[in-house]
């Protein structure tokens, strides 16, 4: 049995998977699978973050009728996700790889049960040999609930896999530290934790997709901070996979290291969950200090001076100062009737345990 070197993610955007009329580039998507094919075979676990659905779907569509966004997205996808994925089955085929689909939405991540689900289909995936395909389901997923893009997507997919590395393929070599056209302007090879990189970036789109640099860097950083290794490079270079992993110093690309402490598979999980949070803690400014120490403390309730919005035991709230500022993610250990009932009050359990608590 080939030893397994590294469980990686790898998302691929649709710049680089689409021509700039937006048809699938079947040459680059043919290249990419033989090094993916080449990863796995060199003993690595590979998890394949795929864009392109809605504009394969749009390429194949022509002349239909005026529809709203929501209906060409769904339409598209629908269409899309069926050729790519297709693609994907001939071309791993050649390799005796088995591939698997896996359609998810923003709210499969929402809930402890359907995360832990979600993980250990996608692990008995990587256990039998198959390579989980990973997309966003546009078809059913409902606006306010989408993901960013697929470089969020893939940042979940990352931490609840517990990848050692998440490679983010673009159309350029990363982050540069101006415009990339420009001749001074130098790519930022090495991204360390406390550097602000708003200056550096542009809040443009892609073409074809819903992501740009910000949202990016933004994932990696926290990304990162959790444990695992980021790296954004140019998915349009031949060979790209494979000299990132064989030659790592001389390929062009923006890495963000990762922490020397990574977090608890829980509290990764945790820390991806603002989105979810059905209510908020608003704790005073002794309780911010306590938390934003050093120490392992957890949230109590003489620390807390109110609540917001209605929430059951167990659920996902934010946790913020006394100024409104997000400081933190947490599973509550009360409803939030009984969370009122004990505000302020001394020698009670947590409102969340730091087990579960994790500081943005």
């Known amino acids: ?82 050729k790519l994925i297709n693609r994907y089955y001939e071309l791993f085929r050649e390799h005796s790889i088995p591939v698997g689909q896996v ?61 050692q590395q998440l ?28 550097v602000d990189l708003s200056k550096y970036i542009q809040s443009g789109k892609s073409s074809f997709g819903r992501g740009g640099m910000l949202t990016k860097c933004q994932i990696a950083q926290k990304l990162a901070d959790e444990g695992v290794e980021v790296i954004i490079a140019n998915g349009t270079r031949s060979r790209i996979l494979l000299d990132l992993i064989n030659e790592p110093k001389e390929t062009p690309c923006t890495r963000f290291p990762a922490s020397l402490h990574p977090t608890s598979s829980i509290k990764k999980w945790i820390a991806h969950s603002d989105s979810f949070a059905k209510g908020v803690l608003v704790v005073n400014k002794p309780a911010v200090e306590k938390l934003m120490s050093s120490e392992a403390v957890s949230l109590l309730p003489v620390g807390c001076v109110a609540i917001k ?14 100024e409104g500022l997000l400081i933190g993610v947490g599973k509550v250990q009360y409803d939030s009737e009984k969370a009122n009932s004990v505000l302020g009050r001394r020698g009670l359990r947590p409102l969340v345990h730091y087990n579960y608590l994790y500081m943005e």
């Not at 094919?37 to 022509?62: H, K, P």
């Not at 040999?129 to 990352?158: K, W």
């Not at 919005?309 to 006394?322: A, M, P, Q, W, Y």
Request: with cysteine.
């Open 1 to 82: 049995m080939t030893q397994v070197n590294k469980r990686i993610a790898i998302k691929v955007g649709s710049n680089v998977l689409t021509r700039k009329d937006g048809t699938l580039d079947v040459t680059r998507i043919s290249s990419l699978s033989d090094q993916l094919a080449q990863l796995m075979r060199n003993g690595y676990e590979v998890i394949l973050i795929s864009s392109g659905a809605v504009a394969a779907g749009r390429s194949e569509l022509n002349n239909i009728p005026k529809l709203d966004a929501v209906q060409q997205r769904q339409l598209y996808s629908a269409v899309g996700q069926a």
């Open 309 to 322: 919005g209605t929430f059951k035991k167990n659920d996902i709230v934010e946790i913020h100062d006394e």
């Open 103 to 163: 359609l998810t939405t923003k709210e499969s991540f929402g809930t402890r049960t359907h995360y832990l689900t979600q993980r250990s289909c996608i692990h008995t995936m990587l256990i039998q040999g198959v390579l989980p395909i990973i997309n966003e389901n546009d078809t059913i997923s409902v606006s306010e609930l989408m993901f960013t893009d697929n470089d969020e997507l893939s940042g979940l997919v990352a931490t609840m896999m517990n990848c």
């Open 167 to 194: 490679i983010l393929l673009s159309n350029v070599d990363g982050i540069y530290s101006g415009n990339p056209e420009s001749p001074e302007t130098e790519l930022l090879q090495k991204i360390d934790p406390a």
